[in-house]
């Protein structure tokens, strides 16, 4: 079992939250 599809999915999707939040904060600022 090494990297899949869906934790690859996983990952890229943790990393947009993450980058989509900071950037909203941004923004209200």
Known sequence: ???DA???IAIII???GMIWA???ENIRK
């Open 1 to 3: 079992m090494n990297i």
């Open 6 to 8: 869906y934790s690859i």
């Open 14 to 16: 943790m990393a947009v």
């Open 22 to 24: 900071f950037y909203e």
